[in-house]
């Protein structure tokens, strides 16, 4: 079902003209200022190559309070311990903050400095201070982790490792952003309530999900904080393809993490057996691809049609079998969506960089899907389309009239010809084809029918059907 995709080799970013001077003292100025508030940097260096850097959690604690539960249940603590944990985690934020306030206010001090240097010299006084502190961050949270240890006994140091990985994906999931990157897994097994007799027969894909995926996990974030100082230099000199190849070598990462999650997926579906493997996979893939596996419309038009009390048996069968057939076609739909997303999203970085690029010197064309995921869209448009016309074609005005979501007039005139030419009825078998060479043709709710041969194509930044950004994702 799934299959690991490494980006494609996409020619350089060509540059036509180097910044200009004004240009470059505006960067400059923009850069200063935010030397007194380092982590407003971190959207802009981000947006400008089309993907997250290990800037992202910088300035985030690796600890708070709340991550108490996560302690206590990875390492079944006493009663006695939960406040000696409560001391530890109060005394990492306390010197998180003061370490972190102090980095603020030294880069806050070279302002005058930066107003007289050049872009070089400049990310190279935001570097150095920014990657310093990434190594203090990591001191800081490797000293708690070992003060925890140190409260243990020794039945609760052997769970050591689980807590390590129950942390990694409390803390380092979010940070994902393909498609399914941001799973975990062990939070839908318990939400399936299944009795404990499955969940222990599951016990072992369970733990070597866990494995598989903190390994994934660890490089990829070790990828991320390596990209700090890179990603700062390819801003500070606008040099693109450095920036986007920061980006691919994360993004290479980010695949291994995918394909553990995609592999848990079918492993636990397995171990989990008929009864419940099913259940947990469709919940999966659900929250993986949320732009894919979303409520239909034709679905509670079959309902609302089979639901009707004058239905004769001949329109019954005939809803049935439109019922029957459009769950098989609407699950090849969804499965080309898949592909389609599992392809395109991790070229992304590199697309959305190029278009800002021409953008930027004046191209004003938008941003659109690319061409697989603008096909699979459309087909997917044209399904619901094809079921809609069909379940029409089977009532009668009134009963049209009696099913919510379908009490619209019906096609008249040239739209009823073209619909009727495009889905002309296949002899002897009742259902209803594209005819060939037809233009494609959709049916709206008020029963209209508009072009879908361009599918929708919302610029970046937002979901992939239009709506709000999605995150982790």
């Not at 180097?18 to 400059?28: D, V």
């Not at 129950?166 to 975990?184: F, H, Q, V």
């Not at 599992?342 to 690319?370: K, Q």
Request: proline share 7%; glycine share 6%.
């Amino acid at each position: 079902m799934f299959r690991r995709d490494v980006p494609k080799e996409i020619p350089v970013i060509r540059q036509s003209t180097r910044p200009s001077h004004r240009m470059l003292r505006t960067r400059l100025a923009a850069v200063a200022l935010a030397l007194g508030a380092a982590w407003t940097a971190v959207p802009a260096a981000e947006a400008q190559f089309g993907g997250r850097s290990g800037m992202a959690s910088l300035f985030t604690p690796d600890f708070l309070r709340r991550d108490l539960p996560v302690f206590v249940d990875s390492l079944g603590l006493e009663e006695w311990q939960k406040p000696i944990l409560e001391a530890l985690l109060e005394d990492y934020e306390t010197n998180f903050n003061t370490a972190s306030d102090g980095v603020r206010v030294s880069m806050g001090q070279l302002r005058e400095a930066a107003a007289g240097a050049n872009a070089e010299q400049v990310m190279e006084m935001v570097s150095r201070p920014l990657v310093s502190w990434a190594a203090e961050k990591k001191r800081l949270r490797e000293d708690f982790l070992q003060s925890v240890r140190g409260t243990l006994a020794n039945d609760q140091a052997e769970q050591w490792p689980r807590l390590e990985r129950a942390l990694r994906r409390e803390k380092s999931l979010p940070l994902g952003e393909l498609s399914g990157e941001s799973l975990d897994l062990t939070v839908l097994v318990r939400e399936l309530r299944a009795p404990m007799s499955a969940l222990e027969m599951a016990s072992d894909a369970i733990e070597a999900y866990e494995v598989a995926l903190d390994a994934a996990l660890v490089a990829r974030d070790a990828e991320l904080d390596a990209s700090i100082a890179p990603m700062l230099r390819a801003m500070s000199t606008d040099d693109a393809n450095s920036g986007i190849a920061s980006q691919e070598r994360i993004m290479r990462w980010r695949i291994e993490v995918r394909a553990a999650q995609e592999a848990g997926i079918a492993s636990l579906r397995e171990a989990l057996g008929e009864e419940y493997g099913p259940d947990f996979e469709a919940r999966a893939m659900k929250l993986a691809f949320p732009m894919v596996f979303r409520p239909d419309p034709i679905t509670p038009l079959l309902e609302g049609a089979l639901a009707l009390p004058d239905l004769t048996d001949e329109q019954r069968l005939a809803l049935e079998t439109i019922s029957r057939e459009f769950t098989v076609d609407f699950a090849g739909v969804c499965g080309q969506l898949v592909a389609a997303y599992r392809e395109t999203e991790p070229l992304e970085p590199r697309r959305r960089t190029e278009f800002a690029a021409r953008r930027a010197a004046g191209d004003t064309t938008r941003l659109t899907d690319p061409q697989s995921l603008a096909d699979a869209k459309t087909a997917r448009e044209d399904l619901f389309a094809k079921y809609r016309l069909r379940i029409l074609e089977v009532l009668s005005e009134e009963q049209r009239a009696a099913v919510p979501g379908m009490a619209k007039p019906a096609p008249t005139g040239e739209t009823k010809v073209e619909i009727d030419r495009q889905f002309s009825p296949v002899a002897g078998d009742g259902q209803s084809t594209p005819a060939p060479g037809a233009s494609t043709e959709k049916v709206e709710k008020d029963g209209s029918a508009t072009s879908t041969s361009g599918g929708r194509t919302p610029g970046l930044g937002t979901s992939p059907d239009g709506g709000s950004p999605k995150r982790p994702k």
